[in-house]
RNA sequence: CGGGGCGUAGCGCAGCUUGGUAGCGCGCCUGCCUUGGGAGCAGGAGGUCCCGGGUUCAAAUCCCGGCGCUCCGACCA
Protein backbone atom coordinates (compact mmCIF):
# COMPACT_ATOMS: atom_id res chain seq x y z
CA UNK A 1 0.00 0.00 0.00
CA UNK A 2 2.88 2.33 0.99
CA UNK A 3 4.62 1.23 -2.26
CA UNK A 4 1.54 2.13 -4.15
CA UNK A 5 1.07 5.86 -2.86
CA UNK A 6 4.79 6.78 -3.45
CA UNK A 7 4.39 5.44 -7.22
CA UNK A 8 1.57 7.65 -7.28
CA UNK A 9 3.61 10.61 -6.13
CA UNK A 10 5.87 9.94 -8.44
CA UNK A 11 3.62 9.87 -11.32
CA UNK A 12 1.69 12.75 -10.48
CA UNK A 13 4.99 14.82 -10.29
CA UNK A 14 5.02 14.52 -13.67
CA UNK A 15 2.24 17.38 -14.13
CA UNK A 16 1.66 20.32 -12.04
CA UNK A 17 -0.79 19.87 -9.55
CA UNK A 18 -3.24 22.63 -11.25
CA UNK A 19 -3.84 24.69 -8.17
CA UNK A 20 0.26 25.24 -7.87
CA UNK A 21 0.26 26.44 -11.61
CA UNK A 22 -2.02 26.73 -13.74
CA UNK A 23 -0.40 27.48 -16.67
CA UNK A 24 2.29 25.03 -16.14
CA UNK A 25 -0.31 22.35 -15.95
CA UNK A 26 -2.08 23.36 -18.89
CA UNK A 27 1.14 22.77 -20.67
CA UNK A 28 2.22 19.46 -19.00
CA UNK A 29 -1.73 18.16 -19.32
CA UNK A 30 -0.93 18.76 -23.10
CA UNK A 31 2.36 17.00 -23.35
CA UNK A 32 1.54 13.96 -21.45
CA UNK A 33 -1.46 14.09 -23.06
CA UNK A 34 0.34 13.69 -26.30
CA UNK A 35 -1.64 16.74 -28.42
CA UNK A 36 0.53 18.90 -30.26
CA UNK A 37 4.24 19.16 -30.53
CA UNK A 38 6.16 22.48 -30.64
CA UNK A 39 7.06 23.22 -34.65
CA UNK A 40 10.17 24.99 -35.73
CA UNK A 41 8.57 28.09 -36.65
CA UNK A 42 7.52 30.29 -33.95
CA UNK A 43 3.99 29.91 -31.91
CA UNK A 44 3.57 27.26 -34.61
CA UNK A 45 2.44 23.54 -33.63
CA UNK A 46 2.10 20.08 -34.72
CA UNK A 47 -1.61 18.98 -33.57
CA UNK A 48 -0.19 15.31 -33.27
CA UNK A 49 -2.78 12.00 -34.43
CA UNK A 50 -4.94 12.21 -30.65
CA UNK A 51 -5.12 15.81 -30.70
CA UNK A 52 -6.25 16.33 -34.70
CA UNK A 53 -8.58 13.08 -33.46
CA UNK A 54 -10.38 15.48 -31.04
CA UNK A 55 -10.74 17.94 -33.44
CA UNK A 56 -12.49 16.07 -36.04
CA UNK A 57 -14.85 14.95 -33.46
CA UNK A 58 -15.28 18.78 -33.06
CA UNK A 59 -15.09 18.99 -36.88
CA UNK A 60 -18.10 16.18 -36.83
CA UNK A 61 -20.01 17.12 -34.55
CA UNK A 62 -20.35 21.56 -35.82
CA UNK A 63 -20.33 20.26 -39.40
CA UNK A 64 -23.45 18.40 -38.82
CA UNK A 65 -25.22 20.86 -37.50
CA UNK A 66 -24.17 23.32 -40.50
CA UNK A 67 -25.58 21.45 -43.20
CA UNK A 68 -28.49 20.92 -40.96
CA UNK A 69 -29.35 24.50 -41.43
CA UNK A 70 -28.80 24.50 -44.81
CA UNK A 71 -25.26 25.16 -45.22
CA UNK A 72 -23.03 24.59 -47.94
CA UNK A 73 -19.25 23.78 -47.50
CA UNK A 74 -16.73 25.59 -50.30
CA UNK A 75 -13.22 26.45 -50.15
CA UNK A 76 -11.51 29.90 -50.63
CA UNK A 77 -7.74 30.42 -51.12
CA UNK A 78 -5.00 31.14 -48.56
CA UNK A 79 -3.85 34.30 -50.03
CA UNK A 80 -5.60 37.46 -50.67
CA UNK A 81 -4.11 40.42 -52.74
CA UNK A 82 -3.35 43.12 -50.60
CA UNK A 83 -5.55 45.42 -52.26
CA UNK A 84 -9.01 42.89 -51.72
CA UNK A 85 -7.80 43.21 -47.88
CA UNK A 86 -7.49 46.98 -48.05
CA UNK A 87 -10.87 48.38 -48.82
CA UNK A 88 -12.80 47.71 -45.87
CA UNK A 89 -11.24 50.38 -43.71
CA UNK A 90 -11.99 49.21 -40.30
CA UNK A 91 -11.37 45.42 -41.35
CA UNK A 92 -7.80 46.14 -42.17
CA UNK A 93 -7.21 48.45 -39.24
CA UNK A 94 -8.17 46.04 -36.92
CA UNK A 95 -6.10 42.69 -38.75
CA UNK A 96 -3.15 44.72 -40.40
CA UNK A 97 -1.12 44.24 -37.48
CA UNK A 98 -1.00 40.81 -37.47
CA UNK A 99 -1.19 39.73 -41.15
CA UNK A 100 1.84 37.47 -42.77
CA UNK A 101 2.68 38.87 -45.85
CA UNK A 102 3.85 37.11 -49.06
CA UNK A 103 6.20 39.23 -51.03
CA UNK A 104 7.78 36.80 -53.38
CA UNK A 105 7.52 33.62 -55.26
CA UNK A 106 9.06 31.11 -57.83
CA UNK A 107 12.09 33.44 -56.94
CA UNK A 108 10.58 37.10 -58.01
CA UNK A 109 9.16 39.84 -56.05
CA UNK A 110 5.50 39.66 -56.67
CA UNK A 111 4.32 42.95 -57.76
CA UNK A 112 1.12 43.11 -55.75
CA UNK A 113 1.77 40.92 -51.86
CA UNK A 114 -0.51 38.72 -50.98
CA UNK A 115 -1.80 38.34 -47.51
CA UNK A 116 -1.56 34.79 -46.36
CA UNK A 117 -5.66 35.12 -45.04
CA UNK A 118 -6.04 35.90 -40.93
CA UNK A 119 -9.91 35.60 -42.08
CA UNK A 120 -11.43 35.28 -45.33
CA UNK A 121 -14.32 38.09 -45.00
CA UNK A 122 -12.40 40.19 -48.19
CA UNK A 123 -11.66 37.60 -50.63
CA UNK A 124 -14.88 35.81 -50.33
CA UNK A 125 -17.08 39.19 -50.16
CA UNK A 126 -14.97 39.80 -53.78
CA UNK A 127 -16.46 36.14 -55.15
CA UNK A 128 -19.90 36.96 -53.49
CA UNK A 129 -19.92 40.06 -55.69
CA UNK A 130 -19.44 38.10 -58.97
CA UNK A 131 -22.07 35.37 -57.69
CA UNK A 132 -25.15 37.35 -56.91
CA UNK A 133 -27.15 39.10 -58.99
CA UNK A 134 -30.50 38.26 -58.07
CA UNK A 135 -32.62 38.60 -55.41
CA UNK A 136 -33.86 34.84 -56.35
CA UNK A 137 -29.24 34.50 -55.41
CA UNK A 138 -29.90 34.90 -51.91
CA UNK A 139 -29.57 33.62 -49.39
CA UNK A 140 -25.84 32.61 -50.04
CA UNK A 141 -25.37 30.03 -47.34
CA UNK A 142 -21.12 29.13 -47.00
CA UNK A 143 -18.97 27.45 -44.77
CA UNK A 144 -15.04 26.31 -44.90
CA UNK A 145 -12.82 24.32 -43.10
CA UNK A 146 -9.50 25.99 -43.18
CA UNK A 147 -5.93 27.37 -41.92
CA UNK A 148 -5.83 31.10 -40.97
CA UNK A 149 -2.63 32.70 -39.67
CA UNK A 150 -2.49 35.70 -37.35
CA UNK A 151 1.00 37.55 -36.26
CA UNK A 152 0.56 37.07 -32.37
CA UNK A 153 3.10 38.83 -30.43
CA UNK A 154 2.17 35.83 -27.68
CA UNK A 155 1.15 32.34 -28.50
CA UNK A 156 0.07 29.18 -26.58
CA UNK A 157 -0.88 26.30 -27.70
CA UNK A 158 -4.26 25.84 -28.82
CA UNK A 159 -5.54 29.46 -27.17
CA UNK A 160 -3.45 31.53 -29.51
CA UNK A 161 -1.16 30.06 -32.11
CA UNK A 162 0.35 31.71 -35.22
CA UNK A 163 -1.82 29.51 -37.66
CA UNK A 164 -4.86 27.84 -36.36
CA UNK A 165 -7.47 25.64 -37.41
CA UNK A 166 -11.04 26.97 -37.82
CA UNK A 167 -14.28 27.06 -39.67
CA UNK A 168 -15.78 30.58 -40.96
CA UNK A 169 -19.33 30.69 -42.25
CA UNK A 170 -20.37 33.38 -44.66
CA UNK A 171 -23.58 34.12 -45.62
CA UNK A 172 -25.46 36.88 -47.58
CA UNK A 173 -28.93 37.96 -47.46
CA UNK A 174 -31.40 39.77 -48.59
CA UNK A 175 -32.99 41.97 -45.34
CA UNK A 176 -31.25 42.92 -42.38
CA UNK A 177 -33.34 40.96 -40.65
CA UNK A 178 -32.81 37.84 -42.22
CA UNK A 179 -29.10 38.54 -41.32
CA UNK A 180 -29.61 39.08 -37.96
CA UNK A 181 -31.81 36.03 -37.94
CA UNK A 182 -28.43 34.07 -39.42
CA UNK A 183 -26.15 35.60 -36.84
CA UNK A 184 -28.14 34.67 -33.57
CA UNK A 185 -29.10 31.12 -35.18
CA UNK A 186 -25.64 30.23 -35.62
CA UNK A 187 -24.55 31.85 -32.36
CA UNK A 188 -27.09 29.45 -30.89
CA UNK A 189 -25.75 26.11 -32.97
CA UNK A 190 -22.60 27.29 -31.10
CA UNK A 191 -23.99 27.39 -27.45
CA UNK A 192 -26.28 23.93 -28.47
CA UNK A 193 -22.96 21.99 -29.71
CA UNK A 194 -19.89 23.50 -26.71
CA UNK A 195 -22.72 22.76 -24.21
CA UNK A 196 -24.13 19.81 -25.40
CA UNK A 197 -20.80 17.99 -27.16
CA UNK A 198 -17.88 19.77 -25.73
CA UNK A 199 -19.69 19.84 -21.87
CA UNK A 200 -18.90 23.45 -21.40
CA UNK A 201 -21.44 25.84 -20.03
CA UNK A 202 -21.13 29.08 -21.99
CA UNK A 203 -23.19 32.50 -21.78
CA UNK A 204 -24.19 33.88 -24.91
CA UNK A 205 -24.37 37.62 -25.36
CA UNK A 206 -23.18 40.65 -27.45
CA UNK A 207 -20.10 41.93 -27.76
CA UNK A 208 -19.41 45.45 -26.68
CA UNK A 209 -18.41 47.88 -29.69
CA UNK A 210 -15.08 47.96 -28.27
CA UNK A 211 -14.58 44.38 -28.09
CA UNK A 212 -16.33 43.83 -31.27
CA UNK A 213 -14.78 42.32 -34.69
CA UNK A 214 -13.07 44.53 -36.85
CA UNK A 215 -15.60 45.41 -39.21
CA UNK A 216 -19.07 44.40 -38.04
CA UNK A 217 -21.98 45.73 -36.98
CA UNK A 218 -23.02 43.42 -34.37
CA UNK A 219 -20.65 40.56 -32.62
CA UNK A 220 -22.21 37.88 -30.43
CA UNK A 221 -20.18 35.39 -28.96
CA UNK A 222 -20.42 32.35 -26.27
CA UNK A 223 -18.04 32.55 -23.36
CA UNK A 224 -16.56 29.98 -21.03
CA UNK A 225 -15.22 30.11 -17.61
CA UNK A 226 -11.79 28.41 -17.19
CA UNK A 227 -10.57 26.17 -14.38
CA UNK A 228 -8.51 29.01 -13.14
CA UNK A 229 -11.38 31.61 -13.27
CA UNK A 230 -10.32 33.21 -16.61
CA UNK A 231 -13.03 33.91 -19.26
CA UNK A 232 -12.57 32.36 -22.79
CA UNK A 233 -14.60 33.43 -26.13
CA UNK A 234 -15.46 30.36 -27.78
CA UNK A 235 -17.45 31.07 -30.49
CA UNK A 236 -18.65 34.15 -32.69
CA UNK A 237 -20.79 35.14 -34.67
CA UNK A 238 -21.19 38.31 -36.47
CA UNK A 239 -23.33 40.77 -38.28
CA UNK A 240 -21.82 42.30 -40.73
CA UNK A 241 -24.20 44.46 -42.00
CA UNK A 242 -23.49 46.09 -45.38
CA UNK A 243 -20.29 47.27 -44.56
CA UNK A 244 -18.21 44.69 -46.46
CA UNK A 245 -21.32 44.96 -49.44
CA UNK A 246 -20.83 48.60 -49.87
CA UNK A 247 -17.11 47.96 -50.37
CA UNK A 248 -17.03 45.22 -52.51
CA UNK A 249 -19.88 46.23 -54.46
CA UNK A 250 -22.24 42.85 -53.75
CA UNK A 251 -25.80 44.02 -54.87
CA UNK A 252 -28.95 42.26 -55.99
CA UNK A 253 -31.93 43.24 -58.39
CA UNK A 254 -34.39 42.89 -55.78
CA UNK A 255 -38.16 42.10 -56.42
CA UNK A 256 -39.47 45.64 -56.18
CA UNK A 257 -36.63 46.29 -59.16
CA UNK A 258 -34.11 48.14 -57.04
CA UNK A 259 -30.58 46.94 -56.72
CA UNK A 260 -29.75 46.66 -52.91
CA UNK A 261 -26.65 45.70 -51.13
CA UNK A 262 -27.04 42.25 -49.47
CA UNK A 263 -26.47 41.93 -45.90
CA UNK A 264 -23.97 39.34 -44.25
CA UNK A 265 -22.75 37.69 -41.56
CA UNK A 266 -20.15 35.45 -40.57
CA UNK A 267 -19.18 33.25 -37.72
CA UNK A 268 -16.44 30.74 -36.76
CA UNK A 269 -14.69 28.65 -34.00
CA UNK A 270 -11.53 27.47 -33.86
CA UNK A 271 -8.94 24.43 -32.34
CA UNK A 272 -9.21 26.49 -29.32
CA UNK A 273 -12.25 25.11 -28.38
CA UNK A 274 -9.63 22.42 -27.26
CA UNK A 275 -7.79 24.71 -24.98
CA UNK A 276 -11.69 25.35 -23.26
CA UNK A 277 -11.85 21.33 -23.12
CA UNK A 278 -8.58 21.14 -21.46
CA UNK A 279 -8.87 23.99 -19.01
CA UNK A 280 -12.47 22.94 -18.25
CA UNK A 281 -12.63 19.10 -17.80
CA UNK A 282 -8.92 18.57 -17.11
CA UNK A 283 -7.44 17.26 -13.75
CA UNK A 284 -4.25 16.75 -12.14
CA UNK A 285 -4.07 13.60 -13.79
CA UNK A 286 -4.11 15.15 -16.95
CA UNK A 287 -6.93 15.41 -19.86
CA UNK A 288 -10.62 14.85 -19.03
CA UNK A 289 -12.40 14.21 -22.79
CA UNK A 290 -16.42 14.20 -22.65
CA UNK A 291 -17.32 10.86 -24.33
CA UNK A 292 -18.33 12.91 -27.43
CA UNK A 293 -15.53 14.63 -28.44
CA UNK A 294 -13.00 11.59 -27.60
CA UNK A 295 -10.92 10.06 -30.08
CA UNK A 296 -11.40 6.83 -28.03
CA UNK A 297 -13.91 6.20 -25.90
CA UNK A 298 -13.51 2.96 -24.09
CA UNK A 299 -10.09 1.62 -23.57
CA UNK A 300 -9.50 -2.42 -22.95
CA UNK A 301 -7.01 -3.33 -20.59
CA UNK A 302 -6.44 -6.74 -20.49
CA UNK A 303 -4.62 -8.14 -16.75
CA UNK A 304 -2.55 -10.87 -18.74
CA UNK A 305 -0.53 -13.30 -16.50
CA UNK A 306 2.28 -15.50 -18.70
CA UNK A 307 0.38 -18.58 -18.46
CA UNK A 308 -3.39 -17.15 -18.76
CA UNK A 309 -2.04 -14.73 -21.64
CA UNK A 310 -3.66 -15.87 -24.70
CA UNK A 311 -6.82 -16.88 -23.34
CA UNK A 312 -7.40 -13.37 -21.37
CA UNK A 313 -6.46 -11.78 -24.50
CA UNK A 314 -9.18 -13.69 -26.32
CA UNK A 315 -11.52 -12.83 -23.72
CA UNK A 316 -10.42 -9.21 -24.20
CA UNK A 317 -10.61 -8.92 -27.62
CA UNK A 318 -13.69 -10.53 -28.13
CA UNK A 319 -15.07 -7.86 -25.83
CA UNK A 320 -13.55 -5.15 -27.48
CA UNK A 321 -15.03 -6.29 -31.32
CA UNK A 322 -18.26 -6.83 -29.48
CA UNK A 323 -18.73 -2.94 -28.58
CA UNK A 324 -16.88 -1.96 -31.83
CA UNK A 325 -20.16 -0.96 -33.27
CA UNK A 326 -21.44 1.10 -30.50
CA UNK A 327 -18.43 2.84 -29.21
CA UNK A 328 -14.86 3.63 -30.36
CA UNK A 329 -13.01 1.40 -28.37
CA UNK A 330 -9.50 0.07 -28.49
CA UNK A 331 -7.77 -2.81 -26.92
CA UNK A 332 -4.25 -2.14 -25.47
CA UNK A 333 -2.65 -5.53 -25.68
CA UNK A 334 1.04 -4.35 -25.78
CA UNK A 335 2.76 -6.61 -24.00
CA UNK A 336 6.05 -4.12 -22.97
CA UNK A 337 3.78 -1.94 -20.59
CA UNK A 338 1.78 -3.31 -17.15
CA UNK A 339 -1.63 -2.68 -16.05
CA UNK A 340 -0.61 -0.38 -13.88
CA UNK A 341 1.30 2.14 -16.36
CA UNK A 342 -1.49 1.75 -18.78
CA UNK A 343 -3.98 2.70 -16.55
CA UNK A 344 -1.80 6.12 -16.19
CA UNK A 345 -1.23 6.48 -19.69
CA UNK A 346 -4.67 6.56 -20.87
CA UNK A 347 -5.79 8.49 -18.06
CA UNK A 348 -3.84 10.91 -18.56
CA UNK A 349 -5.05 10.94 -22.39
CA UNK A 350 -8.64 11.26 -21.12
CA UNK A 351 -10.23 8.28 -22.14
CA UNK A 352 -13.64 8.56 -21.08
CA UNK A 353 -14.04 5.00 -19.47
CA UNK A 354 -11.11 1.86 -19.05
CA UNK A 355 -12.69 -1.47 -18.84
CA UNK A 356 -9.78 -4.04 -16.69
CA UNK A 357 -10.33 -7.40 -17.64
CA UNK A 358 -8.18 -10.15 -15.67
CA UNK A 359 -7.95 -14.17 -14.97
CA UNK A 360 -10.40 -13.23 -11.63
CA UNK A 361 -12.85 -11.58 -13.80
CA UNK A 362 -13.03 -13.88 -16.52
CA UNK A 363 -13.85 -16.67 -13.54
CA UNK A 364 -16.75 -14.29 -12.77
CA UNK A 365 -18.29 -13.48 -15.95
CA UNK A 366 -17.46 -9.78 -15.29
CA UNK A 367 -15.16 -7.01 -15.89
CA UNK A 368 -14.22 -3.92 -14.19
CA UNK A 369 -15.12 -0.82 -15.09
CA UNK A 370 -13.25 2.73 -14.57
CA UNK A 371 -14.64 5.87 -15.19
CA UNK A 372 -12.35 8.58 -15.88
CA UNK A 373 -14.75 11.44 -14.56
CA UNK A 374 -14.87 10.38 -11.28
CA UNK A 375 -11.80 7.68 -10.96
CA UNK A 376 -14.93 4.97 -9.59
CA UNK A 377 -14.31 1.39 -10.30
CA UNK A 378 -17.16 -1.33 -10.56
CA UNK A 379 -17.55 -4.89 -11.23
CA UNK A 380 -19.95 -5.15 -13.89
CA UNK A 381 -21.92 -8.04 -15.61
CA UNK A 382 -20.30 -9.54 -19.05
CA UNK A 383 -23.96 -9.62 -19.65
CA UNK A 384 -25.81 -6.52 -20.83
CA UNK A 385 -22.33 -5.02 -21.10
CA UNK A 386 -22.91 -3.09 -24.19
CA UNK A 387 -25.92 -1.05 -22.87
CA UNK A 388 -23.75 -0.76 -19.48
CA UNK A 389 -21.25 1.00 -21.13
CA UNK A 390 -23.30 3.48 -23.43
CA UNK A 391 -25.03 4.07 -20.89
CA UNK A 392 -22.03 4.70 -18.52
CA UNK A 393 -21.08 7.19 -21.60
CA UNK A 394 -23.27 9.07 -21.19
CA UNK A 395 -23.40 9.64 -17.74
CA UNK A 396 -19.90 11.16 -18.17
CA UNK A 397 -21.19 13.30 -20.39
CA UNK A 398 -23.93 14.63 -18.27
CA UNK A 399 -21.70 14.50 -15.27
CA UNK A 400 -18.99 16.75 -16.70
CA UNK A 401 -21.48 19.07 -17.91
CA UNK A 402 -23.07 19.22 -14.80
CA UNK A 403 -19.36 19.64 -12.60
CA UNK A 404 -18.36 22.32 -14.98
CA UNK A 405 -22.10 24.63 -14.65
CA UNK A 406 -21.81 23.88 -11.08
CA UNK A 407 -18.52 25.17 -11.49
CA UNK A 408 -19.00 28.17 -13.20
CA UNK A 409 -21.94 28.85 -11.26
CA UNK A 410 -19.94 28.90 -7.94
CA UNK A 411 -17.46 31.37 -9.40
CA UNK A 412 -20.25 34.06 -10.73
CA UNK A 413 -20.20 36.49 -9.02
CA UNK A 414 -21.49 40.41 -8.65
CA UNK A 415 -19.99 43.55 -7.97
CA UNK A 416 -21.37 47.28 -7.65
CA UNK A 417 -18.22 49.46 -7.70
CA UNK A 418 -14.62 49.04 -8.38
CA UNK A 419 -13.47 47.85 -5.24
CA UNK A 420 -15.62 44.79 -5.25
CA UNK A 421 -14.27 43.68 -8.44
CA UNK A 422 -10.70 43.87 -7.82
CA UNK A 423 -11.60 42.01 -4.30
CA UNK A 424 -13.56 38.94 -6.66
CA UNK A 425 -10.67 38.76 -9.13
CA UNK A 426 -7.53 38.93 -6.72
CA UNK A 427 -9.20 36.40 -4.34
CA UNK A 428 -11.60 34.30 -6.27
CA UNK A 429 -11.87 35.28 -9.93
CA UNK A 430 -14.87 34.17 -12.23
CA UNK A 431 -17.22 36.18 -13.80
CA UNK A 432 -18.71 39.29 -12.64
CA UNK A 433 -22.01 40.64 -13.02
CA UNK A 434 -22.01 44.68 -12.97
CA UNK A 435 -24.18 47.20 -14.42
CA UNK A 436 -22.52 49.18 -17.85
CA UNK A 437 -24.11 52.56 -18.78
CA UNK A 438 -23.03 51.58 -22.38
CA UNK A 439 -20.59 54.42 -22.29
CA UNK A 440 -17.01 53.07 -23.50
CA UNK A 441 -14.78 55.70 -20.87
CA UNK A 442 -16.91 53.44 -18.55
CA UNK A 443 -15.36 50.08 -20.15
CA UNK A 444 -12.01 51.55 -20.19
CA UNK A 445 -12.15 52.66 -17.01
CA UNK A 446 -13.07 49.25 -15.41
CA UNK A 447 -10.14 47.58 -17.32
CA UNK A 448 -7.53 50.16 -16.62
CA UNK A 449 -8.40 49.94 -12.46
CA UNK A 450 -8.78 46.28 -12.81
CA UNK A 451 -7.77 44.69 -15.56
CA UNK A 452 -11.29 42.81 -16.37
CA UNK A 453 -12.91 43.41 -19.85
CA UNK A 454 -16.63 42.86 -20.73
CA UNK A 455 -17.22 39.42 -22.00
CA UNK A 456 -20.53 40.35 -23.52
CA UNK A 457 -24.02 41.62 -22.61
CA UNK A 458 -25.69 38.18 -21.98
CA UNK A 459 -28.70 37.70 -23.50
CA UNK A 460 -30.68 36.46 -20.63
CA UNK A 461 -30.59 39.47 -18.12
CA UNK A 462 -31.25 38.66 -14.72
CA UNK A 463 -33.89 40.12 -12.94
CA UNK A 464 -33.70 43.92 -11.34
CA UNK A 465 -31.58 47.32 -12.51
CA UNK A 466 -27.98 47.34 -11.31
CA UNK A 467 -25.91 51.04 -11.44
CA UNK A 468 -23.07 51.26 -13.66
CA UNK A 469 -19.79 50.00 -11.75
CA UNK A 470 -17.96 52.52 -12.81
CA UNK A 471 -20.48 56.00 -13.61
CA UNK A 472 -22.89 55.22 -10.87
CA UNK A 473 -25.65 55.77 -13.81
CA UNK A 474 -28.88 53.71 -12.86
CA UNK A 475 -30.85 51.93 -15.52
CA UNK A 476 -28.25 50.05 -17.09
CA UNK A 477 -27.45 47.40 -18.86
CA UNK A 478 -25.89 44.14 -16.62
CA UNK A 479 -22.93 43.08 -18.67
CA UNK A 480 -20.39 39.87 -17.49
CA UNK A 481 -16.96 41.14 -16.41
CA UNK A 482 -13.95 39.35 -16.18
CA UNK A 483 -10.14 38.63 -16.96
CA UNK A 484 -9.77 36.97 -20.54
CA UNK A 485 -8.11 34.49 -22.09
C1' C B 1 6.17 44.65 -27.97
C1' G B 2 8.10 45.52 -22.60
C1' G B 3 9.64 42.68 -17.90
C1' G B 4 11.11 37.75 -15.52
C1' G B 5 12.51 32.40 -15.96
C1' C B 6 14.45 28.64 -19.04
C1' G B 7 17.37 26.23 -23.41
C1' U B 8 22.86 20.24 -21.88
C1' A B 9 20.81 12.46 -24.97
C1' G B 10 13.76 11.15 -26.88
C1' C B 11 11.72 13.44 -21.89
C1' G B 12 12.93 15.67 -17.00
C1' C B 13 17.23 17.72 -15.02
C1' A B 14 22.57 18.36 -12.62
C1' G B 15 27.19 20.51 -14.13
C1' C B 16 28.11 26.95 -15.18
C1' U B 17 29.42 30.63 -9.40
C1' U B 18 35.60 29.57 -9.49
C1' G B 19 36.99 27.67 -17.79
C1' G B 20 40.48 21.81 -18.21
C1' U B 21 37.93 13.79 -20.11
C1' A B 22 29.78 15.78 -20.62
C1' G B 23 26.83 13.38 -16.21
C1' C B 24 22.10 11.52 -13.50
C1' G B 25 16.90 9.65 -13.56
C1' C B 26 13.24 8.02 -16.87
C1' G B 27 12.66 6.34 -21.74
C1' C B 28 15.07 3.44 -25.92
C1' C B 29 17.79 -1.46 -27.80
C1' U B 30 19.23 -6.98 -26.52
C1' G B 31 18.40 -11.04 -23.24
C1' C B 32 16.14 -13.25 -18.99
C1' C B 33 12.06 -12.56 -16.03
C1' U B 34 7.23 -10.30 -15.16
C1' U B 35 1.64 -8.36 -15.62
C1' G B 36 -5.10 -6.41 -10.71
C1' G B 37 -2.20 1.26 -10.35
C1' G B 38 4.09 3.66 -14.11
C1' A B 39 7.87 -4.31 -12.05
C1' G B 40 13.16 -6.59 -11.55
C1' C B 41 18.26 -8.10 -13.12
C1' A B 42 22.32 -7.94 -16.71
C1' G B 43 24.40 -5.82 -20.93
C1' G B 44 24.12 -1.78 -24.64
C1' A B 45 23.09 2.48 -27.96
C1' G B 46 22.38 7.50 -27.92
C1' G B 47 25.30 14.55 -27.49
C1' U B 48 26.38 20.53 -33.33
C1' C B 49 25.75 21.33 -24.47
C1' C B 50 19.76 26.39 -28.98
C1' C B 51 22.47 29.37 -33.03
C1' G B 52 26.41 33.00 -34.46
C1' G B 53 30.47 35.84 -33.03
C1' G B 54 34.27 37.14 -29.26
C1' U B 55 37.91 36.37 -24.99
C1' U B 56 41.40 32.24 -23.93
C1' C B 57 46.57 27.52 -24.73
C1' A B 58 41.54 25.68 -23.65
C1' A B 59 34.37 27.56 -23.43
C1' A B 60 28.39 23.75 -21.73
C1' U B 61 30.85 27.28 -18.25
C1' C B 62 33.02 34.09 -19.24
C1' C B 63 31.39 38.42 -22.84
C1' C B 64 28.25 40.30 -27.08
C1' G B 65 24.31 39.42 -30.58
C1' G B 66 20.34 36.43 -32.26
C1' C B 67 16.47 32.42 -32.03
C1' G B 68 12.99 29.47 -29.40
C1' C B 69 9.88 27.96 -25.18
C1' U B 70 7.43 29.75 -20.90
C1' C B 71 5.17 33.20 -17.33
C1' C B 72 3.39 38.35 -16.23
C1' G B 73 1.60 42.87 -18.63
C1' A B 74 -0.08 45.80 -23.51
C1' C B 75 -2.89 43.68 -28.50
C1' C B 76 -6.00 39.42 -30.56
C1' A B 77 -10.19 33.37 -32.16
Known amino acids: ?108 ELTERLAVRPTSETLICAMYSKWIQSWRDLPVLINQWCNVVRWEKSTRPFLRTTEFLWQEGHTAHRTEEEAEEEALRMLEVYRERVENILAIPVIAGQKTEKEKFAGALRTYSIEALMGDGRALQAGTSHNLGQHFAKVFDITFLDQDDQLKYVWQTSWGVSTRLIGALIMVHGDDRGLVLPPKVAPLQVVVVPIAPRKQREMVLAEARALAVGLEDRVQIKLDDRPEYTPGWKFNDWEMRGVPLRIEIGPRDIEKGQVVLVRRDTGEKTAVSREGLETRVVRELEDIQATLFRRAKRFMDENTHQAETFAEIKEILEERRGLIWAGWCGKRECEDAVKEETGATIRCIPFEQPEGTMKCVCCGKGESRKVVFARAY
Open 1 to 108: MEKLSSQEREFVKEITPKSEDFAQWYVDVIRKADLIDYAPVKGCMVIKPYGYGIWERIQEAFDRRFKETGHQNAYFPIFIPESFFQKEAEHVEGFAPEVAWVTHGGGE
